[in-house]
């Protein structure tokens, strides 16, 4: 059942069959049903990623599934919210999530306020071992925003959204994104996103092909705590 109509889900992802918030096929069951179209871009798995989204297009006909070589988040991202024909983008990353009711709030609130052009978001990051909730302030914001105002990333590795060069004018969701990691985190940092941006890692390696990306992309059995 569709909560947040005029809406595209965008989406880039590499090598998500497991991650800690249950991999490809939970995202795409926990999210697409709840949106009026979605399109994900895959920028080059190697683990079947690429190979799901295929078969999952089959049950879910809103379903657009494309592909883009991997050269930078920000291109990567503007390849995912080009020529959407919905009015609002929603953009989520494989290891996040939202709550059903999350889906409804959104839709209020960008009722609420009409005049709104992009929503921002805080993030309730979850990890294995975390007793409480830790809330994070995520550079990747606005999540929700307007397709008719030319907004665009920037970045190569740190993403982020401008219109017209400018940050973008935003209001500030209720909503929290929760975002999933393993007890590896730094382990992640370390063997992946720091050389990427020093640039001692070609943006072309497939994440599945570094040493510890099996501990870094270890499921969290918190994620049951919020379906």
Same mark, same amino acid.
């Given at each position: 059942?569709?909560?947040?109509?005029?809406?595209?889900?965008?989406?880039?992802?590499?090598?998500?069959?497991?991650?800690?918030?249950?991999?490809?096929?939970?995202?795409v069951d926990?999210?697409?049903?709840?949106?009026?179209?979605?399109?994900?871009?895959?920028?080059?798995?190697?683990?079947?990623?690429?190979?799901?989204?295929?078969?999952? *297009?089959?049950?879910?006909? +809103?379903?657009?599934?494309?592909?883009?070589?991997?050269?930078?988040?920000?291109?990567?991202?503007?390849?995912?919210?080009?020529?959407?024909?919905?009015?609002?983008?929603?953009?989520?990353?494989?290891?996040?999530?939202?709550?059903?009711?999350?889906?409804?709030?959104?839709?209020?609130?960008?009722?609420?306020?009409?005049?709104?052009?992009?929503?921002?978001?805080?993030?309730?990051?979850v990890s294995?071992?975390?007793?409480?909730?830790?809330?994070?302030?995520?550079?990747?914001?606005?999540?929700?925003?307007?397709?008719?105002?030319?907004?665009?990333?920037?970045?190569?590795?740190?993403?982020?959204?401008?219109?017209?060069?400018?940050?973008?004018?935003?209001?500030?969701?209720?909503?929290?994104?929760? +975002?999933?990691?393993?007890?590896?985190?730094?382990?992640?940092? *370390?063997?992946?996103?720091?050389?990427?941006?020093?640039?001692?890692?070609?943006?072309?390696?497939?994440?599945?092909?570094?040493?510890?990306?099996?501990?870094?992309?270890?499921?969290?059995?918190?994620?049951?705590?919020?379906?």
């Amino acid at each position: 059942m569709v909560l947040l109509a005029n809406t595209t889900l965008c989406a880039i992802v590499r090598d998500e069959m497991m991650n800690p918030a249950g991999g490809i096929q939970d995202f795409v069951d926990s999210v697409v049903p709840f949106v009026q179209r979605a399109r994900i871009v895959d920028t080059g798995s190697l683990d079947g990623t690429r190979q799901y989204l295929e078969d999952a *297009k089959k049950r879910y006909a +809103h379903l657009d599934v494309l592909d883009h070589p991997f050269n930078g988040y920000a291109p990567s991202r503007n390849v995912s919210i080009q020529d959407v024909t919905t009015d609002w983008i929603l953009v989520l990353d494989a290891d996040e999530r939202l709550m059903p009711s999350d889906f409804e709030e959104l839709g209020k609130e960008r009722e609420f306020l009409p005049e709104a052009i992009a929503f921002s978001f805080d993030f309730l990051t979850v990890s294995p071992l975390d007793v409480n909730e830790r809330v994070d302030i995520s550079g990747n914001n606005p999540r929700f925003f307007s397709s008719r105002k030319n907004i665009f990333y920037d970045n190569l590795v740190f993403e982020i959204p401008c219109l017209r060069g400018d940050p973008v004018p935003r209001e500030k969701s209720k909503v929290k994104i929760k +975002h999933f990691i393993s007890d590896a985190r730094i382990l992640k940092s *370390k063997d992946w996103y720091e050389p990427l941006k020093r640039g001692d890692l070609p943006f072309a390696t497939a994440p599945s092909s570094i040493p510890s990306f099996g501990q870094w992309k270890a499921y969290n059995p918190q994620r049951e705590k919020y379906r």
